[in-house]
């Protein structure tokens, strides 16, 4: 595969494009792996997303290949005004939780603490009150500022986002 941006662009914007090969290619080559971080740089919001959902492909395959990255996820793709990147890092910062250090780890909560009451996407929404649930049992400073938050978004109109906002709160009180 010659260049990941070109094969990420194009078709459906909900649909996987080149994604699959593009991860394979990665996994092969990890060499690469730089090459396809760097598409999160893209004009294109579509490679962008598919970009997301090779992060998500890649980490549950060789999670290796991630955590050089967490500074940068932190630093600079957090920055990206994008809904798929905002709830890809959410579920990446869960997956990559004990490789993160001390630091990392607060700035990963302060970053979806932010995104919980800035985002309105339902699936910002679901990963990041997923992952913020979880470390909750484990953090009660930020399970007491948690509480309050999904109440209130147990009250949403959309039920993935009270259900799943019920379900955490029985899961944490």
């Not at 060499?31 to 997303?49: A, G, I, K, P, Q």
């Not at 920055?79 to 990963?108: N, V, Y």
Request: with cysteine; hydrophobic share 40%; proline share 2%.
């Amino acid at each position: 595969m010659e260049n990941f941006e070109n094969a990420l662009m194009g078709g459906h914007p909900n649909s996987l494009g080149n994604t699959v090969e593009v991860v394979a290619t990665v996994l092969k080559r990890p060499e690469r792996f730089e090459e396809l971080f760097n598409c999160y740089f893209s004009e294109d919001e579509v490679v962008r997303l598919r970009v997301s959902n090779a992060m998500k492909r890649i980490g549950k395959e060789q999670k290796a290949l991630l955590v050089p990255y967490i500074d940068r996820f932190l630093d600079v793709i957090s920055t990206i005004e994008q809904a798929s990147t905002q709830w890809t890092l959410a579920q990446l910062f869960l997956l990559l939780e004990h490789d993160l250090s001390a630091l990392q780890l607060r700035k990963a909560k302060e970053l979806l603490i932010k995104n919980l009451g800035r985002y309105d996407d339902w699936i910002v929404l679901n990963t990041t009150m997923e992952t913020l649930g979880r470390w909750a049992k484990k953090d009660a400073k930020l399970k007491q500022w948690l509480i309050p938050q999904l109440e209130r978004l147990s009250k949403d109109q959309r039920k993935s986002v009270h259900g799943r906002a019920k379900k955490i709160l029985l899961k944490i009180q």
